[in-house]
């Protein structure tokens, strides 16, 4: 399925949100997912079906000093 993933066109293969992340390598990563212009709270990751030409925007944190 073709998405776009923080302006990037990606294919992915799942459907399911929490697994089109571990797919996209955040698994065990702090980010933010915003859906087609809307944040999402962690617990919809795995209620979440995404179709066709959505948009994903992923905020990772990073520490630093």
Do not use: C, W
Not at 15 to 31: A, N, P, T, V
Not at 32 to 61: C, H, M, P, Q, W
């Amino acid at each position: 399925m073709d998405l776009i993933v923080n302006g990037e066109p990606k294919y992915v293969v799942g459907e399911q949100l929490h697994l089109i992340l571990d797919e996209l390598g955040y698994s065990g990563k702090h980010f933010v997912v915003e859906l087609n212009g809307e944040i999402l709270s962690k617990e919809a990751y795995t209620t979440t079906k995404l179709t066709a030409a959505d948009r994903l925007e992923i905020v990772s944190f990073v520490g630093g000093g």
